[in-house]
């Protein structure tokens, strides 16, 4: 995958002079209790049986055959995906799915993975045709009616699902111990690669990984300005957009990353839609009323 940034911005990273951390435990106390009540009805990994028969509602949680779970988020029109897609779920897409965009990238990323990690090696157009398949086999059972269907996040979206911090943990540098999953060299956590999704605190609004495990992938095309002017002169790849229909937007945060620029919530990195990258994968939404 050609990031447009990604070892430029790990570069630049030892320069920054980060906020300090004040009030850190008792941020993540509130956060913890917004995420529980977040994921109220929810929590349980068997999909209820009368969750599955009603449809899905816009300030509902709601989850789908798959079992993936979808929470509401303020300020969105979508119910997002509280995980990243997993690789036993992308397994069943590829298993039943007869578009010629389910490649096998995906079942070799260079390192083990179990079926609860966040599948890699997955396209901008891999994830597309994952969220179109699963719309119409939910289409035609019946979960979900003909004007719902599943997406990537934009990047307006993703910007108002992953929190109110500077990063998604919140002010601190470096990232406090069990925060997600980032580079050995933070030593934050005790993974070398993927770990099984919502193995650490959700945010606020009962999302995982928002900002590490793995870089997700968004809807959009990319265009130098959705990154401000101070952050394009510290990393200047960034500045190369292909004319806006070229590079689609990556966010977030993955195993690989260490630098404190690559760790902030509001920037965004991008890649060509048919690359892909060990250590890049996406998450859903469901849009409920278009």
Same mark, same amino acid.
């Given at each position: ?13 030892? @320069?920054?002079?980060?906020? $300090? ?22 929590? #349980? ?7 599955? @028969? ?9 989850? =789908? ?6 929470? /509401? ?23 039943? *799915?007869? @578009? ?9 990323? %260079?390192?083990?993975?179990?079926? =609860? ?9 891999? $994830? ?20 719902? !269907?599943?997406?990537?996040?934009? *990047?307006?979206?993703? #910007? ?6 500077? !990063? ?6 470096? /990232? ?5 999953? +980032? ?5 934050? &956590? *005790? ?8 193995? +650490?605190?959700? =945010?606020? !609004?009962?999302? !995982? &990984?928002?900002? $590490? ?27 190369? *957009?292909? %004319? ?17 620029? #690559? ?18 994968? +996406? ?5 409920? #009323?278009?």
């Amino acid at each position: 995958m050609r990031y447009a940034t990604s070892q430029s911005v790990a570069n630049t990273a030892e @320069h920054q002079n980060e906020k $300090a951390s004040k009030g850190y435990n008792a941020r993540q106390q509130e956060v913890g209790r917004i995420a529980n009540e977040a994921n109220q009805n929810i929590s #349980s990994k068997k999909t209820p049986s009368s969750l599955l @028969h009603k449809s899905p509602q816009p300030d509902q949680n709601w989850t =789908n055959r798959l079992g993936m779970k979808f929470v /509401p988020i303020p300020g969105t029109k979508v119910l997002f995906g509280i995980y990243d897609v997993t690789f036993d779920e992308f397994k069943t897409f590829a298993k039943n *799915d007869q @578009h010629e965009q389910a490649s096998t990238n995906w079942k070799n990323p %260079g390192f083990p993975q179990e079926n =609860n990690h966040p599948v890699v090696n997955v396209s901008w157009d891999e $994830a597309k045709a994952f969220c179109e398949w699963l719309t119409q086999k939910d289409q035609e059972s019946g979960l979900i009616n003909n004007n719902q !269907y599943y997406r990537l996040p934009t *990047d307006e979206e993703w #910007s108002i699902a992953v929190g109110r911090g500077s !990063y998604p943990w919140g002010e601190q540098w470096p /990232p406090p111990k069990g925060s997600g999953n +980032f580079a050995p060299l933070l030593k934050v &956590d *005790d993974y070398e690669f993927t770990s099984p999704v919502g193995c +650490f605190a959700a =945010n606020e !609004y009962g999302l !995982y &990984d928002m900002g $590490a495990n793995v870089r997700q992938w968004c809807e959009d095309w990319y265009v130098k300005e959705m990154n401000g002017a101070s952050v394009r002169d510290l990393v200047p790849d960034l500045n190369q *957009d292909g %004319g806006g229909k070229k590079y689609k937007v990556i966010r977030g945060g993955s195993y690989k990353s260490e630098g404190s620029r #690559s760790l902030i919530t509001d920037i965004r990195i991008c890649g060509d839609p048919r690359d892909y990258s060990e250590a890049c994968g +996406f998450r859903c939404v469901l849009v409920v #009323s278009p």
